[in-house]
């Protein structure tokens, strides 16, 4: 298997829906998949990025140390469930540009784009904004400028260019536990110089679909399906118990991608399981990759901000259950 081709049945991670589940997305029994303290120094280990490689996978993983700095991490495995992380972060060389500050690194996502693996995380530049840098093997690694202005999250590549361009969601924010966020695209000639910034999606109405009424971000990388590209975002409402992180799904046009076609009114997946009520950060489901064979979906998402855990459902289970499930604005 070449480093980005599509994934077969037999390396795809999986397991069959539970005996009794009716749900469109399925828990993995042995979730956590990676542990807080899966290497010496983390704290916590979660929102971390997956992809096909080199006839297995490898990963780049957030893992805050026990002075809780955020930082990214390589990682590998041969089955995309049993992972070995490297014990010490990501050392950027510089890309296109010189100025490869960072105060901090979080929440990161991969994709292959034509001749490499493109990396996203929050960089910390006074104040967060999306970092950007690239890989041909995961050992070597290379930044580049910033995409974004401060302050902004949630910075996800589609696998392919339109036009020609590069396109990036991501939500524009503040500097801190930001109490709103809608979904933007923006598109660049060279990964260097972003614009043509267009609003893809808004949060909704309270009364409408109270999961994703205070803020949305974008999730995994969006696949391209029949139907068009389908994409796991978060949404989060706040309670009287503080924020509360669920999954829901979208499904863009292929061509435009700033068109959203269906979209989640019911989410998808809600914290119910214990490592996604408790931990350092409570009832939160972060949702950064999903993996895919055409037919069936593996998505790994943080749980509690603490553990990385997976969830598993049918391309075609899922895409039903927006279409007839779908909020409109």
């Known amino acids: 298997m070449t480093p980005h081709s599509p994934l077969s049945p037999h390396s795809m991670p999986w397991e069959d829906r539970p005996t009794g589940c009716n749900t469109p997305l399925w828990r993995f029994s042995r979730n956590p998949i990676i542990d807080r ?5 983390s704290n916590s280990i979660f929102n971390s990025a997956v992809v096909p490689f080199d006839g297995g996978f490898a990963g780049v993983f957030r893992c ?16 995309g469930i049993n992972w070995d992380i490297n014990h010490e972060p990501i050392v950027f060389k510089p890309g296109n540009t010189d100025m490869i500050d960072s105060d901090y690194k979080y929440d990161p996502r991969v994709t292959w784009i034509e001749d490499r693996y493109w990396i996203t995380w929050c960089n910390g530049y006074n104040g967060p904004t999306i970092g950007i840098g690239y890989t041909f093997d995961f050992k070597e690694f290379f930044q580049c400028e910033n995409a974004f202005l401060p302050f902004n999250r949630n910075g996800v590549l589609f696998p392919q260019k339109f036009d020609g361009k590069f396109a990036m969601l991501s939500r524009p924010s503040d500097n801190g536990h930001t109490p709103f966020g809608d979904i933007f695209i923006s598109f660049s000639p060279d990964m260097k110089f972003w614009g043509e910034h267009r609003c893809v999606m808004k949060v909704t109405p309270f009364e409408e679909s109270a999961w994703q009424c205070l803020k949305i971000g974008a999730g995994s990388v969006p696949f391209l399906t029949d139907d068009g590209w389908l994409m796991f975002y978060h949404g989060v409402i706040r309670t ?30 809600a914290p119910a399981a214990p490592y996604e009520l408790v931990g350092d950060v409570p009832n939160v489901g972060f949702p950064c990759a999903a993996l895919t064979d055409g037919e069936r979906v593996a998505i790994y998402y943080g749980a509690a901000d603490t ?19 779908s909020y409109t604005e």
């Open 307 to 325: 553990t990385v855990c997976m969830a598993f459902g049918y391309v075609n289970e899922i895409i039903n259950f927006v279409k007839e499930n």
């Open 64 to 79: 805050d140390n026990k002075a809780v700095q955020m930082n990214i991490f390589a990682g590998f495995s041969k089955d």
């Open 37 to 41: 303290y899966h290497i010496p120094s």
């Open 240 to 269: 009287c118990n503080g924020y509360r992180y669920s999954l829901g799904a979208a499904i863009l046009d292929k061509d435009n991608p700033a068109k959203v076609l269906y979209r989640s009114r019911d989410y998808l997946l």
